[in-house]
């Protein structure tokens, strides 16, 4: 994780983020100041961000959006101030509606980048300034100290390259909070393909099956937002185990990019689940990310028990023979 503090300063009215990273300063500038990188990592797990302008010059401003799972939006501009390329740039932050005009109440921010080299490779320092004591407080409120962590230290596998991040490491997990996890994968497979395997019934039964010896018996899905799906397995003859099956909602569809779903245990009580699952592609191999929001930490321990991660790392390596490769 890059990011080794997060300070607030009552009197001098700022937050400061230091994050250190094993590449060159040079490195670190160029995905702070191209959009496509950027917006990997700048909104944090849940909101991902999309740039949708980027004037990179004195004057010039950049609009960038963060989408929620459950479709909420906030908006956000960028004025440039100052850029010393590659130590440093300065921009103005503000909260701004759909035509881009600042939101009324809420607060604008100056907010400094400066890249620095070190012994292991550079350091960023960010610090934010306000205007008062309240839009401080109100940014805390809002949880700004909790999501700059969380989206900077996503950093990694925009600065490494998806093969070096994840090639040959297998499913992973990481624990965010108390309600969140993020499984990820690295697919040797272009997007489209491995869009359509998880979301075309055909190819589902061929791939998403767990450990051997159990197959897809229902694989139903409406895909638009909105759209209801179903899905079930059963083991085969000399398996044991019991049949079970998952029922939920698409929350949101950006194909072929990210999917919002909830998940539900059918027949049971236990509690839904949100899974947003996004897709980034790299040089043809594609970084699946998982995120799953539980309830509480006990639901969250419980469905980890399960085996459920080993369950899906079988089920990847049956994609990459059968559908991908």
């Known amino acids: 994780m890059p990011v080794t503090s997060v300070e607030s300063d009552t009197e001098a009215l700022t937050m400061t983020l230091v994050a250190d990273f094993p590449v060159g300063p040079e490195r670190v500038w160029a995905a702070f100041t191209d959009p496509r990188q950027l917006e990997r990592f700048w909104g944090p797990p849940g909101w ?3 740039f949708t302008s980027f004037a990179f010059e004195a004057g010039g401003r950049a609009r960038y959006e963060m989408r929620s799972a459950g479709g909420e939006v906030a908006r956000g ?17 503000s909260f ?22 070190t012994e292991a490779g550079a350091r960023l320092t960010n610090v934010t300034y306000f205007d ?4 401080l407080e ?16 996503q950093l990694d596998a925009v600065l490494q390259g998806l093969r070096e991040f994840a090639q040959g490491k297998g499913t992973r997990l990481e624990i965010l909070d108390d309600q969140h996890v993020r499984i990820i994968r690295l697919i040797e497979g272009p997007r489209a393909l491995v869009w359509r395997a998880h979301l075309d019934p055909d190819l589902m039964r061929r791939w998403m099956l767990g450990p051997d010896g159990w197959r897809m018996s229902v694989s139903e899905i409406d895909r638009v937002e909105g759209g209801r799906y179903r899905i079930a397995w059963e083991p085969e003859p000399g ?26 245990m059918t027949g049971t009580d236990l509690p839904t689940t949100t899974n947003d699952l996004s897709l980034y592609e790299e040089d043809g191999a594609t970084l699946v990310t998982l ?3 539980y309830p509480d930490a006990a639901t969250r321990d419980a469905v980890l028990a399960t085996g459920m991660v080993d369950g899906m790392e079988q089920s990847f390596q049956r994609m990459e ?3 991908v490769g």
């Open 96 to 117: 701004v509606d759909e035509e881009g005009e600042a939101i009324p109440g809420m607060p604008s921010m100056r907010m400094t980048f400066a890249f620095e080299a």
């Open 77 to 93: 501009s960028w004025r440039f101030v100052d850029i010393e390329a590659p130590r440093g740039f300065e921009v103005v932050d």
């Open 138 to 153: 109100q940014l805390i409120d809002m949880g700004a100290v909790e999501g700059a962590t969380l989206a900077m230290n």
């Open 291 to 293: 995120l799953i929001e």
């Open 132 to 135: 008062s004591l309240e839009a």
């Open 239 to 264: 398996t044991e185990g019991e049949a079970f099956g998952f029922d939920g909602e698409i929350l949101l569809l950006d194909e072929p990019r990210r999917m919002v779903q909830t998940e539900h």
């Open 48 to 50: 991902p961000a999309t």
């Open 321 to 323: 023979r059968v559908v």
